[in-house]
Nanobody
Framework: QVQLVESGGGLVQPGGSLRLSCTASGYIFRDSRMDWYRQAPGKYRDWVAGISADGTETYRDFAKGRFTVSRDNAKSTVYLQMDSLKPEDTAVYYC?????WGQGTQVTVSS
């Protein structure tokens, strides 16, 4: 059974940082591309960043320079380091593989 479990969300002040984690099980993680999405209240789910099996990183424009995606194949985990957070980054963040979505983790940026 494929499973993705996110963690690391929370409340942070503008300008702060958070690191999200997503741990996978039930398939061969190292061979899989992983992506992060987010969904703000009343909006569609939006792609944020992704990392291929060979480690190539790609980002939406709003994430470039502030967010960093990485992976640890030994831990079957993908990370999203988010710096210089803004109130408009407030959303539920989801990780996704080709086989499954995680349950999401809430990120709230507010003073």
């Amino acid at each position: 059974q494929v499973q993705l479990v996110e963690s690391g969300g929370g409340l942070v002040q503008p300008g702060g940082s958070l690191r999200l984690s997503c741990t996978a099980s039930g398939y061969i993680f190292r061979d899989s591309r992983m992506d992060w999405y987010r969904q703000a209240p009343g909006k569609y789910r939006d792609w944020v960043a992704g990392i291929s099996a060979d480690g190539t990183e790609t980002y939406r424009d709003f994430a470039k320079g502030r967010f960093t995606v990485s992976r640890d194949n030994a831990k079957s985990t993908v990370y999203l380091q988010m710096d210089s957070l803004k109130p408009e980054d407030t959303a539920v963040y989801y990780c996704r593989s080709a086989l499954a979505w995680g349950q999401g983790t809430q990120v709230t940026v507010s003073s």
